[in-house]
């Protein structure tokens, strides 16, 4: 057993007891590592920040949890197989994008996570940026190699976009819905953005990284002026602060079940719940042109059907809409 792995499960012992006292001995025994052993390991949890406290003759104890991203709490927590198990926690990045292409060039194998307290240049889609501050949200990025062509990468766009909804409404029962093609809204203001990237050779992807950055903990008046109209954070919507940990070990937990489903075959569940969570459909926006219309539907390939005022159905593939109203 390697060192993280013990002191992944020292913590998983203390929040199993949160609040209460853990015998040394008791700890020492059932991580099985002697006692000057497991105060070394505890030693070594301190100083990644988590807030163990030595009783002495009686115990540790840990009256809360952290909001760290740590491997040892974020395994703790993780339930997946696979998205996620293997990791790179970085304290600070240019882009988690950016490493996890490099790490999937050089044969990470899929469910690579790459996740950083903060970017320096966070990524958003069409060339914008991403607002990236250190300790409050979440920023990672998953390396995904699934056998599909070209055609069907959108597929993987809904995969992440239906996954992070799900976790969103079910985990924290906030009323999270998806903008196309694949912003998460809460009562109108973006709290998430996804950005897939890909590459690939003779039209079959070599592999695919998803990119998530989602406003965790971000308080109110927490926004820079140019986005605070429209953004939001799930702290904000939700009146509390999260553990960033929990809720990224839930985002791989839904998403490896989607991506079961859909390995099996079944693409029309997904494109039921992303119809089911969607923002966009039956509201006026406006396309990059100017036009405006009803957006009225959504096709298998990921394309948002838009009926312009003029009355001409146009197929929009790519780009991004405003929603009028
Ligand atoms: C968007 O809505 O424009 C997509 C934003 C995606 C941001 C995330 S943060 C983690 C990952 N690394 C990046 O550089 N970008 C994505």
């Given at each position: 057993?390697?060192?993280?792995?013990?002191?992944?499960?020292?913590?998983?012992?203390?929040?199993?007891?949160?609040?209460?006292?853990?015998?040394?001995?008791?700890?020492?025994?059932?991580?099985?590592?002697?006692?000057?052993?497991?105060?070394?390991?505890?030693?070594?949890?301190?100083?990644?920040?988590?807030?163990?406290?030595?009783?002495?003759?009686?115990?540790?104890?840990?009256?809360?949890?952290?909001?760290?991203?740590?491997?040892?709490?974020?395994?703790?927590?993780?339930?997946?197989?696979?998205?996620?198990?293997?990791?790179?926690?970085?304290?600070?990045?240019?882009?988690?994008?950016?490493?996890?292409?490099?790490?999937?060039?050089?044969?990470?194998?899929?469910?690579?996570?790459?996740?950083?307290?903060?970017?320096?240049?966070?990524?958003?889609?069409?060339?914008?940026?991403?607002?990236?501050?250190?300790?409050?949200?979440?920023?990672?990025?998953?390396?995904?190699?699934p056998s599909i062509s070209i055609l069907e990468v959108p597929q993987i766009t809904f995969l992440a976009s239906v996954a992070l909804t799900h976790v969103i409404r079910e985990r924290l029962g906030l009323e999270a819905l998806i903008k196309w093609p694949n912003d998460i809204y809460i009562r109108g203001k973006k709290v998430a953005g996804i950005l897939v990237e890909m590459e690939s050779q003779d039209a079959i992807p070599r592999f695919l990284v998803v990119g998530v950055g989602l406003n965790v903990n971000t308080p109110p008046g927490g926004f820079p002026p140019e986005i605070s109209t429209r953004a939001t954070s799930l702290m904000i919507e939700g009146g509390k602060g999260l553990l960033r940990a929990?809720?990224?070990a839930w985002f791989m937990e839904s998403l490896e079940s989607w991506y079961q489903d859909l390995k099996k075959g079944h693409k029309e569940e997904l494109l039921t719940y992303w119809r089911r969570y969607n923002y966009t459909l039956g509201r006026l926006v406006q396309l990059e042109d100017g036009r405006e219309g009803w957006a009225v539907g959504i096709t298998p390939q990921g394309s948002l059907l838009v009926r312009t005022l003029g009355g001409t159905l146009l197929s929009i593939g790519a780009g991004d809409v405003e929603v009028v109203e």
């Open positions: 057993m390697s060192t993280l792995s013990k002191e992944t499960l020292i913590l998983s012992i203390l929040i199993q007891h949160l609040g209460e006292i853990v015998s040394g001995e008791e700890m020492a025994q059932r991580v099985g590592v002697s006692r000057v052993a497991l105060h070394k390991r505890i030693d070594a949890l301190k100083r990644q920040g988590v807030p163990i406290k030595s009783i002495p003759r009686k115990g540790y104890t840990l009256m809360e949890i952290p909001d760290l991203l740590i491997p040892p709490l974020f395994l703790t927590l993780l339930k997946s197989r696979e998205m996620g198990r293997n990791y790179h926690f970085l304290e600070q990045t240019d882009s988690t994008n950016r490493v996890a292409r490099e790490l999937a060039r050089q044969g990470a194998p899929e469910g690579t996570l790459t996740v950083a307290e903060s970017q320096t240049r966070g990524r958003g889609r069409q060339g914008r940026s991403w607002f990236s501050p250190k300790g409050e949200n979440l920023y990672f990025s998953l390396i995904i190699r929990q809720i990224l």
